[in-house]
């Protein structure tokens, strides 16, 4: 069936270095890669999405690269800060009309001072 | 402008119990999602109500079922609690034909089936 795999399952970087999380997904119909931060207690928000036709998005730290040939899509964060910590979440979904999300396990985010 | 609300925020049952779980779309949305989320786990897809209607459904058993009201708003029930329903159960909603189909999640509901 339909699989996202995320790695790594956990991260630990300095405050101000950058943070790589990357994705592979199975079902070459999707086509909406959603990234969501998911900190204690709290449900998954997002925070930046690409869609198929796009290689590469980026809002301020945050950047996604998406190889659709190869099946996988990246997550970058830079001058990472402390508030960055949580839990991120990759997912795919062939969003033409709503289609369901298909989540990877997670990444623990941990950024020292 | 509200976001995703989702009542309660705890429950605790028992097994063999029944329960229902509550959730109001972010405004000016008309379709809702539900997620399975265990413990150290991404979300799993449970099914996703649009006019009504259950339109997609993923794996999860006929305990499992919902509804969806005239205002948007939506209930989860599931009959027969199992020890491993315990999870946080987590509402999205979104737009039919929004610009983007994004998912908005509310802060969800932690269902503990002792």
């Known amino acids: 069936g339909e699989n996202v795999e995320q790695h790594p399952s956990t991260l630990s970087v300095q405050e101000g270095d950058s943070a790589v999380i990357k994705c592979t997904y199975s079902?070459?119909?999707?086509?909406?890669f959603p990234w969501y931060k998911q900190e204690l207690g709290k449900g998954p928000q997002l925070i930046i999405d690409?869609?198929?036709?796009?290689g590469e998005k980026k809002d301020q730290r945050i950047a996604v690269t998406l190889n659709k040939t190869a099946k996988h899509f990246s997550l970058h964060i830079t001058e990472t800060q402390p508030e960055d910590s949580a839990v991120y979440f990759c997912?795919?979904?062939?969003?033409?009309?709503?289609?369901?999300?298909?989540f990877g396990k997670g990444t623990k985010l941990s950024v020292k001072p | 402008d509200a976001g995703v609300t989702q009542s309660p925020t705890h429950l605790i049952k028992t097994r063999g119990q029944q329960v229902t779980l509550r959730c109001s779309p972010k405004s000016g949305h008309d379709t809702v999602s539900w997620y399975q989320q265990a413990l150290g786990q991404g979300p799993q897809f449970i099914f996703q109500y649009y006019e009504e209607e259950e339109r997609q459904r993923g794996n999860f058993p006929d305990r499992f079922s919902g509804h969806q009201f005239p205002n948007y708003s939506s209930e989860l029930n599931v009959n027969a609690l199992l020890l491993g329903d315990s999870a946080l159960y987590l509402c999205?909603?979104?737009?039919?034909?929004?610009?983007?189909?994004?998912?908005?999640f509310g802060a969800g509901t932690r269902l503990s089936v002792l």
């Open positions: 079902d070459s119909a999707s086509n909406y």
């Open positions: 690409i869609r198929s036709n796009v």
């Open positions: 997912a795919a979904g062939s969003g033409g009309s709503q289609g369901n999300l298909i």
């Open positions: 999205a909603s979104s737009l039919v034909g929004g610009a983007k189909n994004i998912q908005y």
